[in-house]
């Protein structure tokens, strides 16, 4: 993803079903509100059906809990919408450990939490790879 000056930055992989997004800063209300209304346009060009998430959080802060309510309430939609599993790029434990309660409260969901995009990028394609093998089975040939 390119260089940018906002809190957040999108991309979407419509072939791959994945989203891709990086935080960064300590939010405002009005800083979360705007990821709201980016994160729901950018789910819609990704299109209906299931799909993956990939978010780099090594500049995002420990947030206010009004911050984490709204980010947790993104997460309990992604859900809702078919998301299947989520890659994070992270440089703290109490991060990943954000993240991990925020997400656990609201769904259930199958996170991973890596040091590098790389390793965050190889955990989604192996996982891609299975889902795609269980689709094709001989019984459905």
Same mark, same amino acid.
């Given at each position: !993803? #390119?260089?940018?000056?906002?809190?957040?930055?999108?991309? @979407?992989?419509?072939?791959?079903? *994945?989203?891709?997004?990086?935080?960064?800063?300590?939010?405002? @209300?009005?800083?979360?509100?705007?990821?709201?209304?980016?994160?729901?346009?950018?789910?819609?060009?990704?299109? #209906?059906? #299931?799909?993956?998430?990939?978010?780099?959080? @090594?500049?995002?802060?420990?947030? !206010? #809990?009004?911050? $984490?309510?709204?980010?947790?309430?993104?997460?309990?939609?992604?859900?809702?919408?078919? *998301?299947?599993?989520? %890659? +994070?790029?992270?440089?703290?434990?109490?991060?990943?450990?954000?993240?991990?309660? !925020?997400?656990? $409260?609201? +769904? %259930?969901?199958?996170?991973?939490?890596?040091?590098?995009? $790389?390793?965050?990028?190889?955990? *989604?394609?192996? +996982?891609?790879?299975?889902? *795609?093998?269980?689709?094709?089975?001989?019984?459905?040939?």
């Amino acid at each position: !993803m #390119p260089e940018s000056d906002t809190v957040f930055e999108f991309a @979407v992989e419509r072939e791959r079903r *994945l989203l891709k997004f990086r935080l960064s800063g300590f939010w405002t @209300v009005a800083d979360a509100e705007a990821f709201h209304h980016a994160f729901r346009r950018n789910l819609t060009l990704l299109g #209906p059906g #299931p799909f993956q998430i990939f978010v780099d959080l @090594v500049e995002f802060t420990t947030q !206010m #809990p009004e911050i $984490q309510d709204l980010v947790k309430a993104e997460m309990k939609y992604s859900a809702e919408q078919g *998301l299947t599993r989520a %890659s +994070h790029v992270v440089d703290s434990t109490y991060t990943e450990h954000q993240i991990t309660r !925020m997400g656990g $409260q609201s +769904h %259930s969901l199958e996170f991973g939490f890596f040091l590098t995009a $790389q390793e965050a990028m190889d955990w *989604l394609d192996v +996982h891609a790879a299975s889902d *795609l093998g269980r689709q094709v089975s001989p019984s459905r040939r």
